[in-house]
């Protein structure tokens, strides 16, 4: 599409755009033994989720509690699909390796052999199951991590590329940039894989409840998740920060204010559409100020605004 950032982001608000995801890795593991592990090492219950119903999220953990990636998995015909971030790959695979030690698996790297898109815009749920899919031998329709834009998402062999470019045109479906991406998940206050979700971090931090089950067995990491979750001792927690300044921040940068770090900021980009900075950021759970002044790296006297997602502290 032959429109800067800001008409992209104007375009989706009446139009269904799509973004080629090439950010996007995908492990294929079968094997009988397969979901029980996987189950064992993550923080959803994989294990009574109905897959005819589509994909579930899961987040993989350290003993720590702390997050190695965010994952999403599939059933097809063969096993399973894990959908995570592209660089987290080898992570993913060395902690599955780690615990497999009786079990029946096989995990195979199928990243070169599928394509991932993410559709936005009004109607774009429906407008796959509203036309004939059958040409595609493969195709998984995936649920979106996005909440408030209408928004799926899809994952295709490789071989289907050219009949699936010829089919959302056909469709009135236009490629946008993944910039647009972008904006869109930092609004949503969605962490991605070496930003948000690193090992540093744990999921109730980055605000990711929605994907733990406070009732299914035991888990990797389980014990510190449920103790953090019970006596409420999340330290920090993910906010998006904006501000009009035209800024030099890179991630990892440190907010002080009054002489006093409060937060790192994981995530920042600039949307055209709004002329304003936007980012995401841990700070202090109790730091409870939504405009401040605050310095970042060598950016001095700066205005930041915080917001807050609604805090969904869960009973055991």
Excluded at 99 to 121: A, H, P, R
Aim: charged share 20%; aromatic share 10%; proline share 1%.
């Amino acid at each position: 599409m032959n429109l800067d950032i800001k008409d992209q982001y104007n375009y989706i608000r009446n139009n269904i755009g799509t973004i080629h995801r090439d950010d996007v890795g995908c492990l294929q593991i079968t094997g009988e033994d397969a979901l029980d592990l996987l189950n064992r090492l993550s923080t959803n219950d994989l294990i009574n989720f109905d897959y005819s119903n589509g994909s579930i999220s899961t987040v993989l953990t350290t003993n720590k509690g702390r997050m190695i990636d965010l994952l999403t998995v599939v059933k097809n015909s063969k096993g399973y699909l894990i959908i995570c971030s592209l660089r987290a790959l080898g992570k993913v695979v060395e902690w599955i390796n780690f615990y497999t030690i009786i079990e029946e698996i096989c995990i195979e790297d199928i990243s070169s052999k599928i394509l991932y898109f993410t559709l936005v815009g009004p109607n774009s749920k429906n407008v796959l199951q509203n036309s004939g899919l059958s040409e595609f031998n493969s195709l998984n329709i995936i649920d979106s991590k996005f909440n408030y834009y209408d928004s799926v998402d899809i994952l295709i062999d490789v071989e289907n590329e050219n009949t699936f470019t010829k089919y959302l045109k056909d469709l009135r479906v236009s490629y946008i940039s993944n910039q647009i991406y972008q904006i869109i998940r930092i609004q949503e206050f969605i962490p991605v894989f070496g930003k948000e979700i690193t090992d540093k971090f744990n999921p109730l931090e980055a605000k990711l409840e929605k994907y733990i089950s406070f009732n299914k067995g035991c888990y990797i990491g389980q014990e510190v998740i449920a103790r953090l979750n019970t006596y409420n001792k999340v330290k920090r927690v993910l906010v998006k920060i904006e501000s009009e300044a035209n800024l030099s921040i890179n991630s990892a940068e440190k907010i002080i204010f009054k002489n006093q770090e409060i937060g790192i900021i994981t995530s920042y980009i600039y949307n055209s559409s709004t002329r304003k900075y936007i980012g995401l950021a841990y700070i202090d759970k109790n730091f409870n100020l939504n405009t401040i002044n605050a310095n970042i790296g060598v950016e001095n006297n700066i205005k930041l605004i915080f917001t807050r997602l609604e805090s969904s502290h869960h009973l055991l």
